[in-house]
């Protein structure tokens, strides 16, 4: 739908990571927003410090780019310990964990990303550890291979994922932390800007802090993205200034959507819209027309779509709003679905 679609896409992009080291928030206290998630962590931080003991094992789960990896990242600096990063796919054998947990010491975290992805024999090699912190390390192949058990130091495992519904419940039960990061409303995002307009160097107005915010698709990663592009325009066209018309040039010209959908919601509406004359279409059918997974659909993309009143979710499937029929310049229908009811269907809907 937009020419330049990975603009607004929430999943990190490569030249993301370089400014992301400067930008990322170095306390917990500088973290803005997710309140919730913020106090709850604080709380078990206190309460771990207090007891000497290590953090209990915490999960984030949420949409990519809402800051997953930035707070395991604070949890370690808050409990004053080191952390490793790694990544469910990235890990082929157990062996690939062995050096990790027993380098690590008392309290340590073990960052690991997109932790639904684990291959089964990962998550097994991890249960005892999680639990009784040790592990088990074969000596040998085959089925009557020797196996000896190795205590490791009590670590915290910190687990990532975008995919909440299809991490294994046993994985899931031995988390006793769980938070859920939401999409952040434009009023933090734009707090978010501004904080890293003042790193950067950059200037930037409130309205100009507002305009970026509201088409960064509630996510953190697209805000500071879409910072970074804008304040090349404004240094080549503006004198470094970033105020509401430099903002609305730059995006316009990056074709950023007004709304900060990406191309993905845009067939995501456009297919129930175009083939399911607006739904309501069961999510089954929709993952299928758009060759999509169902867990990706629901948990990825619809959360934000429902929460901007592009999509509904009703007991009968998914409905295109009247607002999703005007971005992608269809006629809304003029009474309630079907987009143009043919005679016999129009009787299923009154
Ligand atoms: P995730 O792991 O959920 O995909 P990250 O933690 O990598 O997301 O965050 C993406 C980017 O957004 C990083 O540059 C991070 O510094 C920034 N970020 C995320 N949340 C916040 C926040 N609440 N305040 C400031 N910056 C944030």
Redesign the pocket.
């Known amino acids: 739908m937009t020419g330049k679609p990975e603009i607004t896409t929430p999943e990190?992009l490569p030249d993301d990571t370089l400014p992301?080291l400067s930008?990322?928030?170095q306390r917990l206290s500088e973290?803005?927003?997710?309140s919730r998630v913020k106090e709850s962590l604080q709380i078990a931080i206190d309460a771990a410090l207090g007891r000497k003991e290590p953090l209990d094992h915490v999960l984030f789960h949420g949409p990519?780019?809402?800051?997953?990896?930035?707070?395991a990242i604070l949890l370690a600096r808050e409990m004053g310990v080191n952390i490793k990063t790694t990544s469910g796919p990235i890990l082929e054998r157990p062996a690939d964990l062995v050096g990790i947990l027993t380098n690590q010491r008392e309290g340590d975290i073990l960052f690991i990303?997109e932790i639904h992805r684990l291959r089964p024999v990962i998550e097994e090699f991890l249960y005892p550890a999680m639990e009784d912190y040790r592990i088990e390390i074969r000596l040998s192949e085959g089925p009557k291979a020797q196996t000896m058990t190795l205590p490791i130091e009590r670590f915290t495992l910190v687990g990532?994922t975008t995919r909440f519904g299809l991490l294994t419940a046993p994985m899931r039960a031995r988390f006793g932390i769980v938070q859920r990061?939401d999409f952040y409303p434009a009023e933090e995002l734009a707090e978010?800007l501004v904080r890293s307009a003042d790193i950067l160097g950059v200037g930037m107005t409130e309205d100009g802090a507002n305009e970026l915010a509201r088409r960064s698709r509630g996510t953190?990663?697209v805000a500071?993205r879409l910072l970074r592009r804008v304040r090349d325009f404004a240094e080549v066209r503006a004198e470094g200034r970033i105020d509401t018309g430099v903002a609305k040039q730059a995006l316009e010209l990056l074709d950023v959507d007004e709304y900060g959908l990406d191309e993905m919601d845009g067939r995501v509406l456009k297919t129930i819209i175009e083939k399911f004359s607006g739904g309501p279409v069961g999510l089954g059918s929709l993952a299928v027309a758009l060759g999509e997974d169902v867990a990706t659909l629901e948990e990825v993309y619809e959360p934000f779509l429902i929460q901007n009143g592009f999509l509904l979710r009703t007991a009968r499937g998914r409905v295109a709003t009247e607002r999703a029929y005007v971005r992608f310049g269809f006629q809304p229908p003029s009474e309630d679905p079907p987009a143009e009811p043919t005679p016999d269907q129009s009787s299923l809907f009154n």
């Open positions: 990190e992301e930008l990322r928030p973290f803005i927003g997710q990519p780019g809402l800051g997953k990896t930035t707070l990303d990532a990061l978010i953190p990663r500071l």
